[in-house]
C-alpha cells in the first residue's frame, strides 16, 4: 500500500489471475482446451501458450528459467537503472539479423503428429497397423524424444530435474540425492501479462502492447515484423513465434472471452477450480520505481505498493479521474484476486526477480510440506508440528522461495504457517470444536477467526462466482470490439477469411497422402 | 568523358533493343516497384515481415545472416557512391581516379567478399535444411535466385573487369546510364557499351527492384530505427477514449480497432 499521503497517479485497471497449487492435479486440461481455442495451427503446433509442468523440473522450454544463458527480464546496471538483461537498444538492433538468445525449435521440441491414415487404409494382414509419430515440420518420421510435458508427475526426474534452474545452493544436493523421497508439485504457466513487460519493451516494431483498459499484452499480427525479440525479453519464455507467418504470438488471456465478461478458457475448464480471476488497480507512475528496486527480495513488497485498495475513497476519485468506469470498480472491490494478494497476502509472484512486475500469481503449496510432516513421523493435523516442519525442512520451503520470493523463506514460510492454521481452525470449528489454541495459531500468523472463514471459503469452497469476478467491456466501446470481432486472430495460414493474405504464407506442410494434421 | 546530356538525342542513333533494354524495362521495373509497394503496404501488412525461419534452423544463420546483411549494406553505401556520385564530383573534392579506384576495389572486395558468403550460406540452409525448405515460399523461390544471380553478377563483374583484368571505369557509362534514368533524361547509349557482365548486372538489378515489393525484401523498408527513440513500454487503447485518457509521459497510446491483436 502506498502510504495515505502520497498522492495517487494514474490509474489503471489490471485483469489478474491467481492458482492456487495445492489443488492442481496435473491433469493438463487448461493446456488441452487453451490449445484448441488458440494454437492448433500450422505454425504454432510447437506453441503451448498454457502449460503444466512439474516442479522440480527443467520445464518448456528447456531450462527456461536460466536467464544467465537466455536473457530473459529486466536487470540493474551499474547505477541502479532498469535495463533489459539481453542488451540495450542499440545492441538489439545489432542482433537483429541473429539473434544469440533466441530458443531454438529443439529447445522447445520437435512437434509430432500421426500416420493416422494407416490406420484405415493399411491392407488386410496378420499384424496390427500402428500410426507412426511424424515429424510436423517435416512430415518425415520421426522419434518423440520430447514434448512440453515429458516431466510429468517427475518422469524422468533423476536423468533432467538436477537441471532446474531453481535448484541452486547447498540444499540442492539434498534435493538431487534422494529424489524418490522428495516432493513435486505442479506449475500450471501462461503469459503474466507484467505490468512492466520485457516483450513489449523489446519489440522494435512496437507491435506488442499492454492495453490501457485491462493490461492484457497482445501482438499487433499487422504491424509484427518478425524480429523476434520479444521471445528472447519474455523470462518466462511465454511469446512464440509462429514459423509458418514469421510472427510472434502469445497468450490473449482470452480477450474476447474477458470483454464478454467470462472467463479465460483455462479457467474456465480447470476441474480442480484453482484459478481465480479478478481486477486489480494498481498506480501506473509507480511501475518503473517498483520494478527498479534495488533488492530482490523487495520486489514482493515493491509490486505490492504499486497496487490500490479500491475501497480508498481517494483511489476512487483518482480512477474516476483515469476514467476507470464504476462498475469495474465495484468489480475491483469484489476482487478475489485483491483478497488473496493484498487483504490475506497468501498469493505470490512467479519470479518477481524477473522485474517484469507478473500479473499471474500463486498460493504456494503446502501439500510437500504435509508430506514431509507425515514422513517424519508428524501429525499433519497439529499446527505446531507443521510450524516446526515449515522452518525445519529447508528443501522444500528454499525451492518454494526460489521460485515465488526470490529466495526469501521467511515470506514463504509465512504463507505456508498462514495456511496450516487456516487449515486447523477449519477443521476444528466444522468438528465444533475451535478453542482458544486453534484462534492463537490463526492470530499467530494474522488471521482473524472471520478472515478465516473468509478464506476458506474462497480457497476451499471456490465458488464460481467468488473465483471469477470479470467486468465486461463497455458497451460504448461495442463499434470497436465487434471490429475486432470480425478479424478473428486464428484466421491465417491461407485460409480464406475476410480478406485474402496474399503473399508468403506456406499453407501446406504435408502431401495429402501423408495423413492428416 | 561523359557527354554533354544536352546533346541527347541528337547522339548516336540508339536501336530499339537498346530502348527497350534501357528505357523501358528499368522504367516499367520502377514503376511495379512503386505501385507494387504501395498496393502491399496497404492490402497486405500481415504479410509484410522478415518471415524469420531461425526458429526451425539457426547455425547456418548465425554466421550467414549477419555476413550477408552487413556485406549488402557496405554493397548498398558502395552503389550509392559508384552510381549516383558523379566522378567529376569526387575529383573536385581532391580524390583522383587512382585513389578512388583503389579504395572501391578494396572496400567492394570485403563487402562483396562478405555478401556473397553469407548468402550462400543462407542459400544452403534453405535448400539443405528440410523444415526450411518446406517453409520456402514461392516468392523466395523467386527471390533467392535473382538476388544471387543479380549479386553473382555484380561481384564476378567487378573481380573479371576491375581486380583481376585492366579495369573498367563504369563511372563513365552505366553511372551515367543510372543518373540519366532519375533525371528523367535516359541515356541508353551511355552503357550500350558496357562490358556483358555489367549489363547483365544491371538489368538483373532491375528485375530485383521489380520483384521487390512482392517478396520477403519489403522487410527492409521496416528497419525498426523508431526503437531506438521511443520509451520502453507500449499502451494501446481498446476502443474509444474516456474523457481523460490516463495515460501521460513515458508511455504512448494508439488505437487498437484497426488492428488485428494476437
Same mark, same amino acid.
Request: hydrophobic share 30%; with cysteine; net charge negative.
Given at each position: 500500500m502506498p502510504d495515505a499521503e502520497a498522492p495517487v497517479g494514474r490509474v489503471m485497471a489490471q485483469i489478474a489471475m491467481v492458482m492456487? &497449487?495445492?489443488?492442481?492435479?496435473?491433469?493438463h486440461t487448461c493446456s488441452v482446451t487453451c490449445k484448441q481455442t488458440w494454437?492448433?495451427?500450422?505454425?504454432?503446433?510447437?506453441? $503451448?501458450f498454457n502449460n503444466v509442468e512439474t516442479k522440480p523440473g527443467i520445464g518448456y522450454p528447456r531450462r527456461h528459467e536460466d536467464q544467465e544463458r537466455w536473457k530473459g527480464g529486466w536487470a540493474l546496471d551499474r547505477r541502479g537503472r532498469l535495463v533489459l538483461r539481453s542488451g540495450g537498444r542499440v545492441r538489439r538492433l545489432l542482433s537483429l539479423?541473429?539473434? /544469440?538468445?533466441l530458443p531454438g525449435i529443439e529447445d522447445y521440441y520437435e512437434p509430432v503428429t500421426y500416420d493416422y491414415d494407416t490406420l484405415l487404409s493399411? /491392407?488386410?494382414?496378420?499384424d496390427v497397423p500402428v500410426a507412426r509419430p511424424r515429424s510436423a515440420l517435416t512430415g518425415e518420421p520421426t522419434a518423440v524424444? *520430447?514434448?512440453?510435458? $515429458?516431466?510429468?508427475? #517427475?518422469? !524422468?526426474a533423476p536423468e533432467h530435474?538436477?537441471?532446474? /534452474?531453481? &535448484? !541452486?545452493?547447498? *540444499?540442492a544436493e539434498r534435493v538431487r540425492f534422494e529424489f524418490e523421497q522428495t516432493f513435486l508439485f505442479h506449475l500450471p504457466r501462461l503469459c503474466?501479462?507484467? =505490468?512492466?513487460p520485457a516483450c513489449v519493451s523489446a519489440c522494435p516494431s512496437g507491435a506488442l502492447y499492454k492495453r490501457v483498459e485491462d493490461g492484457i499484452v497482445l501482438v499487433d499480427q499487422d504491424r509484427?515484423?518478425? *524480429?523476434?525479440m520479444c521471445v528472447t525479453a519474455c523470462p518466462y519464455k511465454k511469446v512464440y513465434v509462429n514459423h509458418a507467418t514469421g510472427k510472434a504470438e502469445k497468450c490473449t488471456f482470452c480477450f474476447p472471452r474477458i470483454e464478454a465478461g467470462q472467463p479465460t478458457v483455462c479457467s474456465e475448464t480447470c476441474v480442480g477450480r484453482l484459478r481465480y480471476l479478478g481486477l486489480l488497480l494498481y498506480d501506473a507512475d509507480r511501475v518503473g520505481e517498483a520494478a527498479a528496486t534495488p533488492g530482490e527480495q523487495d520486489l514482493l513488497e515493491a509490486q505490492r505498493g504499486?497496487? =490500490?485498495?479500491?475501497? %480508498?475513497p481517494r483511489v476512487i476519485a483518482a480512477a474516476r479521474r483515469s476514467g476507470i468506469p464504476e462498475d469495474w470498480l465495484e468489480a475491483a472491490r469484489r476482487s478475489p484476486v485483491y483478497d488473496l494478494v493484498?487483504?490475506?497476502?497468501v498469493a505470490l509472484p512467479l519470479?518477481?526477480?524477473?522485474?517484469? #512486475?507478473?500479473?499471474?500469481?500463486y498460493v504456494p503449496p503446502l501439500s510437500p510440506v504435509l508430506d514431509a510432516v507425515d514422513a517424519a513421523g508428524? %501429525?499433519? %493435523?497439529?499446527p505446531d508440528h507443521v510450524f516446526a516442519a515449515v522452518t525445519r525442512l529447508r528443501i522444500p520451503l528454499e525451492y518454494l522461495a526460489s521460485l515465488f520470493?526470490?529466495?526469501?523463506t521467511d515470506v514463504v514460510g509465512g504463507v505456508l504457517m498462514k495456511l496450516t492454521a487456516l487449515r486447523s481452525y477449519m477443521r476444528a470449528a466444522a468438528l465444533g470444536e475451535a478453542g482458544g489454541e486453534q484462534e492463537a495459531a490463526l492470530r499467530a500468523v494474522g488471521l482473524t477467526p472471520s478472515g478465516a472463514e473468509e478464506l476458506h471459503r474462497l &480457497?476451499?469452497?471456490?465458488k464460481y462466482a467468488d473465483r471469477y469476478v470479470v467486468p465486461a467491456a463497455h458497451r460504448e466501446d461495442a463499434a470497436a470490439l465487434s471490429a475486432l470481432e470480425n478479424r478473428c486472430p486464428v484466421e491465417g495460414a491461407g485460409e480464406p477469411a475476410g480478406r485474402t493474405v496474399s503473399l508468403g504464407i506456406p499453407t501446406l506442410r504435408r502431401t495429402p497422402s501423408e495423413g492428416p494434421a | 568523358m561523359s557527354a554533354d546530356p544536352a546533346a541527347w538525342p541528337s547522339a548516336a542513333p540508339v536501336s530499339g533493343t537498346e530502348l527497350l533494354l534501357w528505357v523501358a524495362v528499368p522504367y516499367a521495373c520502377l514503376a511495379v516497384f512503386v505501385v507494387g509497394h504501395v498496393w502491399r503496404y496497404r492490402q497486405d501488412q500481415f504479410g509484410w515481415?522478415? +518471415?524469420?525461419s531461425q526458429l526451425l534452423e539457426h547455425r547456418a544463420l548465425r554466421w550467414g545472416s549477419p555476413l550477408f546483411h552487413l556485406g549488402a549494406f557496405m554493397v548498398i553505401a558502395g552503389h550509392v557512391v559508384g552510381? @549516383?556520385?558523379? @566522378?567529376s564530383w569526387t575529383r573536385a573534392v581532391g580524390i583522383d581516379e587512382h585513389t578512388y579506384h583503389t579504395t572501391a576495389v578494396w572496400a567492394g572486395s570485403v563487402a562483396g567478399v562478405a555478401m556473397v558468403t553469407g548468402l550462400g550460406m543462407l542459400c544452403a540452409r534453405r535448400l539443405l535444411s528440410r523444415r526450411v525448405r518446406l517453409g520456402t515460399d514461392r516468392s523466395d523461390k523467386l527471390l533467392f535466385p535473382l538476388l544471387s544471380a543479380t549479386v553473382l553478377l555484380g561481384i564476378t563483374a567487378t573481380a573479371a573487369h576491375n581486380v583481376f583484368g585492366?579495369?573498367?571505369?563504369? +563511372?563513365?557509362?552505366v553511372s551515367v546510364w543510372f543518373r540519366g534514368l532519375f533525371a528523367l533524361q535516359p541515356r541508353p547509349e551511355a552503357i550500350a557499351g558496357a562490358p556483358l557482365l555489367f549489363r547483365l548486372h544491371a538489368l538483373s538489378a532491375c528485375l530485383l527492384f521489380a520483384a521487390w515489393p512482392f517478396?520477403?525484401?519489403?522487410?527492409v523498408w521496416s528497419a525498426p530505427v523508431g526503437y531506438l527513440f521511443r520509451p520502453y513500454l507500449v499502451y494501446r487503447r481498446r476502443g474509444p477514449a474516456p474523457a481523460a485518457p490516463p495515460v501521460g509521459p513515458g508511455a504512448r497510446t494508439r488505437r487498437a480497432s484497426s488492428r488485428r491483436p494476437v
Open positions: 492456487n &497449487l495445492d489443488k492442481c492435479i496435473g491433469c494454437t492448433n495451427r500450422t505454425g504454432v503446433e510447437y506453441a $503451448w539479423f541473429s539473434n /544469440p538468445d493399411a /491392407p488386410a494382414g496378420n524424444t *520430447w514434448g512440453a510435458n $515429458w516431466e510429468d508427475g #517427475l518422469g !524422468g530435474a538436477g537441471g532446474d /534452474p531453481n &535448484l !541452486g545452493g547447498a *540444499w503474466e501479462h507484467c =505490468l512492466n509484427c515484423r518478425g *524480429w523476434r504499486v497496487f =490500490l485498495d479500491p475501497s %480508498d493484498m487483504r490475506h497476502r519470479h518477481p526477480e524477473y522485474r517484469t #512486475l507478473p500479473m499471474v500469481w508428524g %501429525d499433519q %493435523d497439529d520470493t526470490a529466495g526469501d &480457497l476451499a469452497v471456490a | 515481415t522478415s +518471415r524469420t552510381l @549516383a556520385v558523379p @566522378a585492366d579495369g573498367y571505369d563504369y +563511372r563513365d557509362t517478396t520477403r525484401l519489403v522487410h
